[in-house]
């Protein structure tokens, strides 16, 4: 007997429409990080920022997304992206970086290859964008994704101002 394997899943680039699925999957994101969060009043601003960064398909930013299956206008997986531009080092002559963010999927449609879609589609946006060097913040359970798509823990300590 031959098993069937479902064909992957197939990510494509978010549009302004998407705005509003992009920001209540980076809520879930959020609640699976910092239990629930009650505060949205940011939300609004996000959705405003995403429809005007989303419309510039030159721009610096672009998310890439799954459509939940049988619900049209829905989401069911995400990952974003930004290009940042930094003075060069000797590991990073450019200065041009990638970072990835707001990678998240529903919870009822996790483990079904939907992040891997999204974050693989992200990558390639970058290397289209000669980014050679992409950091981003590993959940637990997002690790092992990311060290399976070549991502590797670095010395650098995080620090925060908020102002």
Known sequence: MT???????????ATPADAG???????????????????????????????????????????????????????????VGVVEYRLGSPANPTGVSGYVFSVATDPDLRRRGYSRACVEALLDWFRARGVRKIDLRASRDGEPLYASLGFVRTPDPAMRLTL
């Open 3 to 13: 098993l069937v394997r479902p064909a992957p899943p197939l990510a494509r680039p």
């Open 21 to 79: 699925e992009l920001v209540r999957l980076r809520t879930v994101m959020l609640d699976s990080h910092l239990g629930p969060v009650t505060d949205l009043s940011w939300q609004p601003a996000a959705v405003d920022t995403l429809r005007t960064r989303l419309a510039d398909p030159s721009g610096d930013l672009a998310a890439f997304v799954v459509d939940r299956p049988g619900t049209p206008g829905a989401l069911a997986s995400t990952a």
